[in-house]
T-cell receptor, first 115, second 113 residues
Framework: GAVVSQHPSWVICKSGTSVKIECRSLDFQATTMFWYRQFPKQSLMLMATSNEGSKATYEQGVEKDKFLINHASLTLSTLTVTSAHPEDSSFYIC???????????FGPGTRLLVL | AQSVSQHNHHVILSEAASLELGCNYSYGGTVNLFWYVQYPGQHLQLLLKYFSGDPLVKGIKGFEAEFIKSKFSFNLRKPSVQWSDTAEYFCAVKGTGRRALTFGSGTRLQVQP
């Protein structure tokens, strides 16, 4: 099956700093990637849809200036959490759509802890 | 808007017991349906999916799900669970015309040896 990687797998940062998370589709091209956030023992909540070569589409309630998304190529999307605060601590998961059937393949996630 | 309901939040079974996890969705049009599993400390993996055709779909590891259009349901089943099936199970739906998935709240399955 298709493989999606994320880097880093976990990060600890100080409040006020910015953190960049990379999402790569390793063996297929993805014109669309998705960023989710998962709180402990809860489901995945869609944050935004990342479109290659165009602006991301954010879900209601997600601050686009805080969560910057760039989809510069067909295999890479980045999520930058700007001026991170403790409430941004969470598990961030990306997925990439692939193939005719539009199945999404998920990355392993990035655990962010903001101190 | 589309939504997904998983009514069983936490299920505890003994090994060899049969499993059925409920999933109901709300959407006015054609949908694609998925079940994902998240083992402890691991990422989401696709168990099975339904796009069209036979409403009874078989997935990996002996899991199957049945799409019942009239009931807006896509329940997951396994005739005999194993301890290694202990995980979180998520039902997800994607309506045609929408690219992202909407997930249910998840069901935590605990299989006791």
């Amino acid at each position: 099956g298709a493989v999606v990687s994320q880097h880093p797998s976990w990060v600890i940062c100080k409040s006020g700093t910015s953190v960049k998370i990379e999402c790569r589709s390793l063996d297929f091209q993805a014109t669309t990637m998705f960023w989710y956030r998962q709180f402990p023992k809860q489901s995945l909540m869609l944050m935004a849809t990342s479109n290659e070569g165009s602006k991301a589409t954010y879900e209601q309630g997600v601050e686009k200036d805080k969560f910057l998304i760039n989809h510069a190529s067909l295999t890479l999307s980045t999520l930058t959490v700007t001026s991170a605060h403790p409430e941004d601590s969470s598990f961030y998961i990306c997925s990439a759509g692939g193939g005719r059937e539009e199945t999404q393949y998920f990355g392993p996630g990035t655990r962010l802890l903001v101190l | 808007a589309q939504s997904v309901s998983q009514h069983n939040h936490h299920v505890i079974l003994s090994e060899a017991a049969s499993l059925e996890l409920g999933c109901n969705y709300s959407y006015g049009g054609t949908v694609n349906l998925f079940w994902y599993v998240q083992y402890p400390g691991q990422h989401l993996q696709l168990l099975l999916k339904y796009f069209s055709g036979d409403p009874l779909v078989k997935g990996i590891k002996g899991f199957e799900a049945e799409f019942i259009k009239s009931k807006f349901s896509f329940n997951l089943r396994k005739p005999s669970v194993q301890w290694s099936d202990t995980a979180e199970y998520f039902c997800a739906v994607k309506g045609t015309g929408r690219r992202a998935l909407t997930f249910g709240s998840g069901t935590r399955l605990q299989v006791q040896p």
